[in-house]
């Protein structure tokens, strides 16, 4: 998996360097709320996070979250990645944005990143999503992405609803250039 870059953004595999963004991020009220508890506290647990979680996607499926980095503050700033769930049938886009840099754009713009990545090295012709019920922004952005509603799920096993997208990679990203220019 290469290094993805725009004007404002630079989207590369996770370390153990990020450790400490890890934390902040994953005990965000937002991440808790929308995505739920993993259980990273501290950065021995971040460590653990990041080998377990994305780091063995990476040799797995040669796909995973993303850290994204601000070029401007040349800081984290969020994760955006394609990940390869088991109890899913397709990868599926995942982000996420600490607060100070939401509402700007980001999220859309390394999403974009990442699905373009995914056409041009053949991933999948089928990219999933799921939100929570009400993340009323994750879903104006997957629609923006040109996500469609697919249903209501029980992703948790729990009972609770979730909501599932879907995304056929070729209508958006190519082969037309029309399509393409769409998403550039």
């Known amino acids: 998996m290469k290094v993805l870059s725009s004007p404002r953004l630079k989207l590369r595999k996770l370390t153990t360097k990020d450790a400490d963004f890890i934390v902040e991020l994953l005990n965000d009220p937002d991440w808790f709320r929308y995505i739920g508890d993993h259980g990273v506290k501290n950065r021995q647990e971040a460590l653990l996070y990041i080998k377990n979680g994305p780091q063995t996607m990476y040799q797995q499926h040669a796909t995973g979250l993303l850290l994204v980095e601000s070029l401007e503050h ?87 609803k979730t909501k599932l997208f879907e995304l056929i990679i070729n209508t958006i990203y190519g082969p037309s250039p029309i399509a393409r220019h769409q998403f550039d």
């Open 74 to 160: 040349q800081t984290p700033i969020g994760l955006c990645g394609l990940l390869k769930r088991p109890t899913l049938p397709h990868p599926d886009l995942g982000f996420a944005f600490l607060p100070n840099y939401r509402k700007q754009g980001f999220a859309l713009e390394a999403a974009k990143l990442v699905m373009t990545d995914a056409l041009e090295r053949k991933l999948n012709d089928k990219i999933l999503a799921i939100t929570s019920v009400d993340n009323e922004k994750s879903i104006h952005l997957l629609t923006k992405l040109g996500f469609n509603f697919k249903e209501l799920i029980d992703f948790s096993g729990r009972g609770d």
